[in-house]
């Protein structure tokens, strides 16, 4: 069966940084467009980065952009969430997310998250 898990979430001071993993099994990754998300309690799910299977295409928030770097590497079936200068409004529950062949919104299995606190 698909399984996503997260790893690398933390503790970080305003200006640092964090690297987020997710690693995937259950199906063959190259082949699927996958994406970070985050949600805050109270507010709703935003979409940080998506990725195509190749990892040729990415998408970035306004957000993020500039700040964040999503990559994957295909061989260990594992994607990424590079996160530089970190902000206080970084603080969130962090999810990786299996998209479709075509769309790294067409979601159907999430991870059970990771949660990144930036904080000084």
């Known amino acids: 069966q698909v399984q996503l898990v997260e790893l690398g979430g933390g503790l970080a001071q305003p200006g640092g940084s964090l690297r987020l993993s997710c690693v995937a099994s259950?199906?063959?990754?190259?082949?699927?467009?996958m994406s970070w998300t985050r949600q805050v309690p109270g507010k709703g799910l935003e979409w940080v980065s998506g990725i195509s299977g190749g990892g040729t295409d990415t998408f970035y928030a306004d957000s993020v952009k500039g700040r964040f770097t999503i990559s994957r590497d295909n061989a260990k079936n594992t994607l990424y969430l590079q996160m530089n200068n970190l902000k206080s409004e970084d603080t969130a529950l962090y999810y990786c997310?299996?998209?479709?062949?075509?769309?790294?919104?067409?979601?159907?299995?999430w991870g059970q998250g990771t949660q990144v606190d930036v904080s000084s």
């Open positions: 997310a299996k998209g479709s062949k075509y769309y790294y919104r067409e979601v159907d299995y």
């Open positions: 259950g199906f063959t990754f190259r082949d699927y467009h």
